[in-house]
């Protein structure tokens, strides 16, 4: 049973090895999607705090304990982060789901992901110091050729809050096993594992401006950390549309960027598929795992006529069956989308597509029994045609679209349109 009482810790920014009040003391709430209630907060940055942090990372990268440390050195870092994590589990896991509505189930497989991934960049950073060197034959007894694998240097990670702390990681782990200085910029939705992850580095003693980590606004602070003149890179995961201005803003200075944007996948579902039950069942994880926020989320089924109806009436059953309720409850499998905003674009698209001429199959509405809280029920979604908003913009909720086909050509053309 979760406690469900876990103290939100009331954190500042984590720069340069400590926590700092942001300059313009700004805070913004944390809302509990599953209540709809405020449950503490986290400090807003601004362009100031983005330029302490920066000279904090430029420091750290010019210092012995960090900028000169092998790949074996900063390993030992990045263990000690992922044992922190695994001991700290069971808070880390429930404060994601108090503050993303995520399950708990999935909030725990989170963290042991989260550990993993520090672990999986351990390796890879000790194994970086016997190529950091490599030599390369130039047939020259005048030359001596080397490649030499060196840090960027300062990087900006800018994360979305669908998988708050594990999307955050996937940026910070290599950033640091390859000796780069890196600052976070977390969802403002979510950030609360984020900041813990600045108390886990404080507990280690991982080096002072080795990693930042600045919760605001995107435009307040994601803003200047992508177009700063002294971050040598940018790594960015959310939508495409905040992908865009991030790789405007990077161009104006020559910055590389990285970007992990949005998607509408298709699942196929063919007729010579053995068991139904297994087919529906993956189908049902692709698009409501997560309540839909997911990246690669299996939002367009597209199953062959002669079993469409058959595949439908089994997915109507297990879809009936999914307990939604708060994310803390053991036995929840959907809980509500991460905010206001996220529901009202959710509830939008349904609506939309119902008035472009589409059935709303199943769900559509918020669930009877839940009176608060940004719940939305799991939606099929029939009757579509390939013009229509619903077929082509990613929902990022739990709502499957579904299309028939004949023939493996058409199940090939359909799966690959999308943008
Ligand atoms: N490809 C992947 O691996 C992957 C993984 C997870 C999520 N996503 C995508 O992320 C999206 C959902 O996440 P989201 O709603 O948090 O995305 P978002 O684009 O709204 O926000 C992502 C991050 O960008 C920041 N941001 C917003 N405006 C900014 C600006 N002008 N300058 C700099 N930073 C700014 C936000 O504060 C947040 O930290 C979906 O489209 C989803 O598909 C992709
Ligand atoms: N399992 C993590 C998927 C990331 C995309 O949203
Ligand atoms: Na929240």
Known sequence: MANRN?????????IGGEWREPVKK?????????TEEIIGDIPAATAEDVDIAVEAA?????RDDWGST????RAKYLRAIAAKVLEKKSVLATLESLDSGKTLFESAADMDDVAGCFEYYADLAEAL??????PVNLNSDSFKTYVLREPLGVV???TPWNYPLLMAIWKVAPALAAGCAAILKPSELASITCLELGEICREIGLPSGALSILTGLGPEAGGPLASHPHVDKISFTGSGPTGSKIMTAAAQLVKPVSLELGGKSPIVVFDDIDNLDIAAEWTLFGIFANTGQVCSATSRLIVQESIASAFLDRLLKWTKNIKISDPLDEDCKLGPVVSAGQYEKVLKFISNAKSEGATILYGGERPQHLKKGYYVQPTIITDVNTSMEIWKEEVFGPVLCVKTFKTEEEA????NDTK
């Open 58 to 62: 430029r420091k750290a990268i010019a």
């Open 156 to 158: 900006g990670l800018i």
């Open 412 to 415: 090939i053309e359909l799966a």
């Open 129 to 134: 110091d016997s190529r950091r060197k490599t």
């Open 26 to 34: 700004n805070r913004i709430p944390i809302i509990n999607p599953a």
């Open 70 to 73: 092998t790949g074996a050195q």
């Open 6 to 14: 876990v103290p939100i810790p009331r954190r500042q920014l984590y």
